[in-house]
């Protein structure tokens, strides 16, 4: 069945960075596009950053652009978000399905919980 991991969160201070990761099973990783989203507390999910399985082509939020980069690695079906420049208000819980404009089938993956703060 379709799986997707998430890791790679976790506490940094504000100006740090992190990489997170999402492996891909059960399915045909290279046919997909991949995207991140994510849900800080009280607030609906957001889409983050989206990549295209054939040419690659990226996209990203307003909040993000500029310090978030997507990119991914089709031969370890492994999708990743490295994050620079991270501000409290990137702290939420990141997850990563298939997808890049929406709709976005499932399933998701159980997220990584990313926490900025001094």
């Known amino acids: 069945q379709v799986q997707l991991v998430e890791s790679g969160g976790g506490l940094v201070q504000p100006g740090g960075s992190l990489r997170l990761s999402c492996a891909g099973s059960?399915?045909?990783?290279?046919?997909?596009?991949m995207s991140w989203h994510r849900q800080a507390p009280e607030k609906e999910r957001e889409l983050v950053a989206a990549?295209?399985?054939?040419?690659?082509?990226?996209k990203y939020s307003d909040s993000v652009k500029g310090r978030f980069t997507i990119s991914r690695d089709n031969a370890n079906n492994t999708v990743f978000l490295q994050m620079n420049s991270l501000k409290p208000e990137d702290t939420a819980v990141y997850y990563c399905?298939?997808?890049?404009?929406?709709?976005?089938?499932?399933?998701w993956g159980q997220g990584t919980q990313v926490t900025v703060s001094s």
């Open positions: 399905v298939r997808g890049y404009s929406g709709p976005f089938p499932g399933p």
């Open positions: 059960g399915f045909t990783f290279s046919n997909y596009a």
């Open positions: 990549i295209r399985s054939t040419d690659r082509n990226t």
